[in-house]
């Protein structure tokens, strides 16, 4: 284990967050990939939402978008009866959105205890090796 930056991890937090970079960086590999995989499908839905959502005017995706925000439920309801594919990939992209906030706000606390976990661990093993020599 090396010592791990507190400022580096907070700036790949802002900057790559999404996709879990501060994960990467501080070895939690299992739970990185799967930021990385969420964050990838976020923005592939959100892509793909856009190349669908060119067959409605500018109003009215923007007569959508408060309500879908506002109250997820309802509102993949009624897309998912409009059309069922862009209801169904709304909805998804509405409980990732969820998700990546409610992480992301987590995370802002889980990386300093992280890397104070890390560094007493660190601390304790060089303490062990200072003893056995």
Do not use: C
């Not at 998700?99 to 890390?118: C, H």
């Amino acid at each position: 284990m090396t010592n791990k930056s507190l400022p580096i991890a907070y700036l790949l937090w802002l900057f790559t967050g999404v996709f879990g970079g501060h994960r990467w960086y501080l070895g939690m590999r299992l739970r990185a990939a799967f930021l990385t995989a969420r964050g990838v499908y976020f923005f592939g839905a959100l892509f793909f939402l856009s190349k669908v959502l060119n067959n409605y005017s500018l109003n009215e995706i923007i007569e959508r978008v408060p309500t879908f925000v506002l109250e997820p439920i309802p509102m993949f309801i009624y897309f998912w009866y409009e059309t069922p594919l862009e209801g169904g990939i709304m909805g998804s992209m509405i409980l990732i959105f969820w998700s990546i906030t409610v992480t992301l706000i987590m995370d802002t606390f889980w990386i300093r205890s992280t890397i104070k976990w890390q560094r007493k661990q660190e601390n304790s093993t060089q303490q062990q090796v200072e003893a056995f020599d």
